[in-house]
C-alpha cells in the first residue's frame, strides 16, 4: 500500500509530530506528494515570517517523496469528479479536487486530517494519522 500525503499531514510532519513522523518511518519508500501539494507548501515555506528550518524540512522532505505531476489522466479525472460533485450542488476547493483525482489515477490512500474535505469523492481511500 502507497499513499498520497495531503498537505496538512505534511505540514504536522515539518512540525515534528511524532505519531506523523514514526508513519513516515514506517511506510519510508511508499510516500508520495501531489503538485498541488507543494505548491502549497512552497508558499508555507516562502512567506516573510518562515524559518531557515522550515524551508529546509522542504528541502529535506522532498528527497524522501515523490512528486507526482498533474498529468492528462489526472486532468481529466479532476473534470469528472468536479463535474459529478457540481451536478449534486456539492463542492471541493481546487486543491482538494486535484489532490483527490492524483490519489484515484495512482489509486494511493489519501493521508489526511481533513477529512471532511474528501469525503464527497467517492472511491477515495483515506486514512488519518492524527486520528488515534
Same mark, same amino acid.
Given at each position: 500500500?502507497?499513499?498520497?500525503?495531503? @498537505?496538512?499531514?505534511?505540514?504536522?510532519?515539518?512540525?515534528?509530530?511524532?505519531?506523523?513522523?514514526?508513519?513516515?518511518?514506517?511506510?519510508?519508500?511508499?510516500? %508520495?506528494?501531489?503538485?498541488?501539494?507543494?505548491?502549497?507548501?512552497?508558499?508555507?515555506?516562502?512567506?516573510?515570517?518562515?524559518?531557515?528550518?522550515?524551508?529546509?524540512?522542504?528541502?529535506?522532505?522532498?528527497?524522501?517523496?515523490?512528486?507526482?505531476?498533474? @498529468?492528462?489522466?489526472?486532468?481529466?479525472?479532476?473534470?469528472?469528479?468536479?463535474?459529478?460533485?457540481?451536478?449534486?450542488?456539492?463542492?471541493?476547493?481546487?486543491?482538494?479536487?486535484?489532490?483527490?483525482?492524483?490519489?484515484?489515477? %495512482?489509486?494511493?490512500?489519501?493521508?489526511? %486530517?481533513?477529512?471532511?474535505?474528501?469525503?464527497?469523492?467517492?472511491?477515495?481511500?483515506?486514512?488519518?494519522?492524527?486520528?488515534?
Amino acid at each position: 500500500m502507497s499513499f498520497l500525503i495531503d @498537505t496538512d499531514i505534511v505540514s504536522w510532519y515539518l512540525k515534528g509530530n511524532g505519531r506523523v513522523g514514526n508513519r513516515f518511518l514506517q511506510y519510508t519508500g511508499r510516500l %508520495h506528494i501531489s503538485v498541488a501539494t507543494l505548491a502549497e507548501l512552497a508558499t508555507w515555506t516562502n512567506r516573510a515570517n518562515a524559518s531557515a528550518k522550515r524551508k529546509q524540512g522542504l528541502v529535506d522532505l522532498l528527497q524522501d517523496v515523490v512528486v507526482l505531476d498533474a @498529468t492528462r489522466e489526472i486532468a481529466l479525472r479532476y473534470g469528472r469528479e468536479e463535474a459529478r460533485l457540481m451536478d449534486k450542488g456539492l463542492a471541493a476547493t481546487e486543491f482538494d479536487l486535484l489532490i483527490a483525482a492524483t490519489a484515484l489515477t %495512482h489509486d494511493l490512500v489519501l493521508v489526511t %486530517h481533513n477529512v471532511r474535505d474528501f469525503q464527497v469523492i467517492p472511491d477515495l481511500m483515506i486514512v488519518d494519522w492524527l486520528d488515534p
